[in-house]
Nanobody
Framework: QVQLVESGGGLVQPGGSLKLSCVAS????????MGWYRRVPGKQRELVAT???????NYADSVKGRFTISRDNAKNTVYLQMNSLKPEDTAVYIC???????????????WGRGTQVTVSS
């Protein structure tokens, strides 16, 4: 069906930057919204940012002004540029895509496995 694979996570010092990427592949007809969640053990999953096929973006208050979401529709790829990173940004970042796969009438959410981002000195 559809697979989402994230990359770009790692260890970075406070104030640093990272750029995450997520590629969707498989029997894709079209993709609606794409976005990023993050998960911290013991806490509820948090929606970080979403982007429509036309580029309209929305952000969690905690990342506004520091993170930028973008996408390349031709490559079925969504990006998350993270600047001015803080220790509280440490989490597993998981991408998702609302996909019409080939032959489907409805769209379905697909999820990646996540990439670890650790912000620490």
């Amino acid at each position: 069906q559809v697979q989402l694979v994230e990359s770009g996570g790692g260890l970075v010092q406070p104030g640093g930057s990272l750029k995450l990427s997520c590629v969707a592949s498989g029997s894709i007809s079209s993709i609606n919204a794409m976005g990023w969640y993050r998960r911290v053990p013991g806490k509820q999953r948090e929606l970080v940012a979403t982007i429509s096929p036309y580029g309209t973006a929305n952000y969690a208050d905690s990342v506004k002004g520091r993170f930028t979401i973008s996408r390349d529709n031709a490559k079925n790829t969504v990006y998350l540029q993270m600047n001015s990173l803080k220790p509280e940004d440490t989490a597993v970042y998981i991408c998702y895509a609302d996909v019409f796969y080939s032959g489907s009438y409805y769209s379905y959410d697909f999820w990646g496995r996540g990439t670890q981002v650790t912000v620490s000195s």
